[in-house]
T-cell receptor
Framework: AQSVTQLGSHVSVSEGALVLLRCNYS??????LFWYVQYPNQGLQLLLK??????LVKGINGFEAEFKKSETSFHLTKPSAHMSDAAEYFC???????????????FGQGTILTVHP | NAGVTQTPKFRILKIGQSMTLQCTQD?????MYWYRQDPGMGLKLIYY???????DKGEVPNGYNVSRSTTEDFPLRLELAAPSQTSVYFC????????????????FGPGTRLTVL
């Protein structure tokens, strides 16, 4: 069984400050890990994904995440927050498509990022 | 490519009414999914399909039904609407075995906001 825990349902930062959104996962097999972003009243958009290649993954809009197997973590960071980064962020885990899990995603509870001037 | 489209965008139902949420994708993806999103709960998988004619239950299937007669379409049916089904519903698709380098990335539609009164 898979699970995801996002630490902190709300994170508030100043514009230009470091963004750190925490995600810990549990999986019985080597996982695929994802970060999605959801802007108000919109669907989910993929930010980045880890699929067992490089452990430091770079995504869109200057975000990156590092897969740390020993810590079962996949934290999302951005060096300098922008007002446009304000959104809800979801961490998700899946097993490989083509296996019996059929790529099903298990999501964390979400973290709302607020950026203030 | 339109990606994943969902209709309607909004709907208000009375208790006991029925309706079908439509989902169509034009990416020739084999796998399709239905999620519901409730505040502070992340997304929960309702049903999924690995191909035309093949569907299976997810985490929260009670009160819903699905069918998959074509690769493109994956409608979600609510037979007797209840207030507990008030939520935002997202359809997603992934995995084309014919596409080299295809991974588990799920592509989401814009969502249907359903209120049951």
């Amino acid at each position: 069984a898979q699970s995801v825990t996002q630490l902190g349902s709300h994170v508030s930062v100043s514009e230009g400050a470091l963004v750190l959104l925490r995600c810990n996962y549990s999986s019985s097999v080597p996982p695929y890990l994802f970060w999605y972003v959801q802007y108000p009243n919109q669907g989910l958009q993929l930010l980045l994904k880890y699929t067992s290649a490089a452990t430091l993954v770079k995504g869109i809009n200057g975000f990156e995440a590092e897969f740390k197997k020993s810590e079962t973590s996949f934290h999302l960071t951005k060096p300098s927050a922008h007002m446009s980064d304000a959104a809800e962020y979801f961490c998700a885990v899946s097993e490989r498509a083509g296996g019996t899990s059929y790529g099903k995603l298990t999501f964390g509870q979400g973290t709302i990022l607020t950026v203030h001037p | 490519n339109a990606g994943v489209t969902q209709t309607p965008k909004f709907r208000i139902l009375k208790i006991g009414q029925s309706m079908t949420l439509q989902c169509t994708q034009d990416m020739n993806h084999n796998y399709m999914y239905w999620y519901r999103q409730d505040p502070g709960m992340g997304l929960k998988l309702i049903y999924y399909s690995v191909g035309a004619g093949i569907t299976d239950k997810g985490e929260v299937p009670n009160g819903y039904n699905v069918s998959r007669s074509t690769t493109e379409d994956f409608p979600l049916r609510l037979e007797l609407a209840a207030p507990s089904q008030t939520s935002v519903y997202f359809c997603a698709s992934s995995y084309s075995p014919l596409l080299a380098g295809s991974t588990d990335t799920q592509y989401f539609g814009p969502g249907t906001r359903l209120t049951v009164l």
